[in-house]
């Protein structure tokens, strides 16, 4: 996710390709200066007075810790901190913080929690436990939180954007879609609403507000290679293959042949237009640039058999069973006739010459 001192604006592009098949992902991946922006400047009580010396002392200690990236000191100081004093919200806010410097989230949420139970309630917090528990595949509570942050924080468009997304995951098109047009609405420079729009529009089937959606998302945002695929998808879904064939070419090679998503997007578009032989070629292309041909290679394998190229097939296949692809065995087994499949699967040196 973004982090919470940067506008929507300021962080585009962060649309993960898993939105395309078939929902977004989004990755509360906290950025813990993030957080810490969202903390009271001073330890306060939920009454509004000054901490006792002794607690703030631990908040102090426990905030070098966190800025000195000391997590685990800073988790152990403040987990006795929350023991002594749990009424104190900043120790809360900072023990969660804490735990989730040490990928602790479920803890981490527990303590962001009660700290908006201590109050006062804000909608930043509000939107760090709703990033945990949607990181945490806990979809209804991230959905609750970030409803609630929604309410806190009207002006601010991130959280009605997050909401639909959330409830487009939860399989609410109604409520996802109506979040987002309020996003919109709130800023309507904002191009991953009018991306989110469009994802909706998709999942519905509704190709041609897809299309018009996905247009102001790439206007706001050119450069957007997600935006590229994802209206090059709605494009062969409306039976114009080519079209999307030329939009996903335009993306620059070192990209498109680094991304499961873009090969994915092109290879279905080269099967439409009957060209199969050319899909497997683009994967083996891939295969040579990539960390681990165990991927690329079962894909070139599979297009190699669809056009009728079995010798092709195998060998793509016995390379991505060396590197571990499983469904690439059951595939060499396959094309070797069940005869001497053992050897025709063995790890092979051709990672070099691919």
């Known amino acids: 996710m973004r982090t919470d001192g940067k506008t929507p604006s300021q962080a585009r592009g962060r649309l993960a390709y898993l939105a395309l098949v078939p929902v977004l992902a989004i990755a509360a991946l906290l950025t813990y ?7 009271p400047a001073k330890p306060t009580t939920s009454g509004g007075g000054t901490l006792r010396s002794s607690s703030e002392e631990v908040a102090e200690a426990a905030r070098l810790a966190l800025q000195r990236n000391e997590f685990s000191r800073a988790e152990a100081l403040l987990r006795e901190g929350v023991r002594t004093y749990p009424a104190e919200q900043t120790l809360r806010l900072m023990y969660g913080e804490a735990l989730l410097a040490v990928k602790k989230p479920v803890e ?5 929690e009660a700290a908006i139970g201590i109050g006062p309630d804000h909608a930043e917090y509000r939107h760090v436990a709703a990033s945990i528990a949607d990181d945490l595949g806990m979809l209804e509570e991230a959905e609750f939180h970030w409803t609630i942050a929604q309410k806190l924080a009207p002006a601010h468009a991130k959280f009605p954007l997050y909401l639909a997304q959330v409830q487009r995951k939860l399989n609410k098109p109604d409520a996802a879609r109506a979040s987002a047009v309020i996003a919109a609405t709130i800023d309507p420079e904002l191009d991953e609403a009018w991306a989110t ?28 290679v997600f935006y590229r695929v994802l209206e090059a998808r709605a494009l062969r879904r ?41 899909a497997a070629a683009m994967y083996e292309q891939a295969a040579r640039r990539a960390e681990s ?16 190229q079995r010798e092709a097939a195998l060998r793509c296949a016995q390379a991505a069973a060396a590197a571990g692809n499983e469904r690439a065995r059951a595939l060499v087994e396959r094309l070797s006739g069940g005869i001497g499949a053992e050897s025709a699967a063995a790890p092979t040196e051709e990672r070099g010459g691919i």
Request: aromatic share 4%; glycine share 10%.
């Open 197 to 224: 729009l469009a994802m909706i529009s998709l999942d519905e089937n509704n190709l041609n507000m897809a299309l018009q959606h996905v247009a102001k998302a790439r206007a706001l945002n050119a450069d957007s």
């Open 108 to 112: 981490a949420l527990e303590q962001y």
């Open 33 to 39: 200066g993030a957080v810490r922006l969202a903390l």
């Open 238 to 278: 409306d039976n114009q293959p080519q079209r999307a064939l030329d939009l996903l070419m335009g993306i620059s090679e070192p990209v498109r042949l680094g991304d499961a998503g873009v090969l994915t997007e092109i290879s279905l578009c080269l099967g439409m237009l009957g060209r199969p032989g050319d």
């Open 293 to 308: 041909v165990a991927g690329p290679m079962y894909e070139a394998a599979v297009w190699h058999e669809r056009a009728g």
